[in-house]
């Protein structure tokens, strides 16, 4: 493969969202082969399945496996391979065959989140069908979208519950705001989100920048900043035409591999529709493992709850996502470039440090 094909691929697979834009992952190219790592530096604190982080390179493998199909190049993948380092996640190699372009290819570099206000109309019966569709074929995942507002109050209302758990815990707090970059704190920014992604308004942009530090945040609370900062979510779901959510029955780390890939798959789909989406943090919440026990039972609750509203019957929820029309977000989130990210050396790939 040469240069440029191999930064191609490369720059599809690093288009894919992650958890806070944390872009978890590295590239490793040899002699025709490419290893996918999972960087743990970059995982969500409570992470410690890698699911969060998982879903991410799920999504990244999606995206780089449309590309090189668009070159000319099918991949074989090997996904952690038996006897290496436990953060290689997989190994690709590619046979050339006749370009194949995906319909969703040309929407890798299209798609984003989108925190605007939606329309309340639901995106119509064949819109739903093909976002639920969008995972067929994918191993031990499904997709359900829901535009009955009974149901998307509930989960506004999860959402609320959710998002009010987030903002009064320290750690939580912490890393959210490692997440946001503030403008004049040093250059562009290739990661996190920087404040105009937020869709937050002058005055959210404000409350941002007042409760930045955690002792004057834990003191907003008390005067019921929780309260307001949760229910600017509640109201983003309530003016949603739809809410999506996907579940595997897989475990282990190959059951959040392809949950990514199938994530992925749908928001191409709903790109190509010309609907936006935005992920909910309730489903992110619930994939992490918290230390503290009753805040571990409160999230399992949500979990339970999440199931039984979408019917799930042994499934697990993993990302549940709000669906509709909108106006075109203010700002992207940033990506580190490719030779951030990438490593192309002519030495064993054993030689790379993790």
């Known amino acids: 493969m040469d240069r440029f094909a191999l ?8 288009l ?16 025709g082969r490419l290893d996918v790592y999972h960087d743990v530096e970059r995982a969500l604190r409570f992470d410690i399945h890698y699911r969060a982080s998982l879903l991410a390179v799920g999504a990244a493998l999606e995206n780089l496996a449309l590309a090189a199909r668009a070159l000319g190049l099918e991949p074989e993948r090997q996904d952690f391979p038996a006897g290496q380092r436990p953060h290689l996640v997989a190994r690709l190699t ?12 040309p929407f890798v570099a299209a ?3 989108n925190r605007r206000p939606y329309a309340l109309a639901p995106p119509g019966g064949l819109a739903e069908r093909r976002l639920a569709g969008s995972a067929a074929g994918i191993e031990s995942v499904e997709i359900r979208v829901e535009t009955d507002r009974r149901v998307v109050r509930a989960c506004a209302r999860l959402v609320l519950e959710a998002d009010g758990l987030r903002y009064r815990r320290r750690d939580f707090h912490e890393e959210l ?16 989100l920087p404040l105009p992604v937020l869709e937050a308004g002058a005055l959210g942009e404000a409350v941002l920048r007042l409760a930045r530090p955690w002792g004057r945040a834990r003191r907003l609370h008390r005067l019921g900043l929780t309260r307001l900062m949760a229910f600017h979510s509640y109201l983003a779901v309530m003016r949603s035409g739809a809410v999506a959510l996907l579940a595997t029955s897989g475990t282990g780390p190959g059951g959040w591999l392809h949950a990514g890939e ?6 191409l789909e709903a790109t190509a529709l ?18 503290d026990r009753l805040l571990a039972a409160q999230l399992a609750d949500l979990r339970a709850r999440l199931g039984r509203l979408f019917d799930l019957r042994g499934m697990r929820p993993v990302m549940l996502v709000r669906i509709g ?3 075109g977000p203010s700002a992207r989130a940033p990506r580190r470039g490719v030779h951030d990210v990438l490593v192309a050396t002519d030495g064993p790939c054993g030689d790379e440090k993790d």
């Not at 806070?20 to 002699?31: A, E, I, L």
């Not at 199938?262 to 928001?267: I, K, L, Q």
């Open 7 to 14: 930064e191609r691929l490369v720059r599809a697979a690093t």
């Open 16 to 31: 894919a969202p992650s958890a806070d834009n944390g872009q978890p992952w590295r590239f490793h190219y040899h002699q």
């Open 94 to 105: 590619f046979e050339p065959r006749t370009p194949r372009e995906d319909p969703l290819y």
């Open 111 to 113: 798609r984003t989140t």
């Open 177 to 192: 705001f490692r997440a946001i970059r503030f403008p004049g704190a040093g250059p562009p920014p290739s990661d996190g």
């Open 262 to 267: 199938a994530m992925e798959r749908m928001w």
């Open 274 to 291: 010309g609907l936006a989406v935005q992920p909910l943090s309730v489903g992110t919440l619930t994939l992490l493992e918290v230390p």
């Open 325 to 327: 029309r909108a106006a």
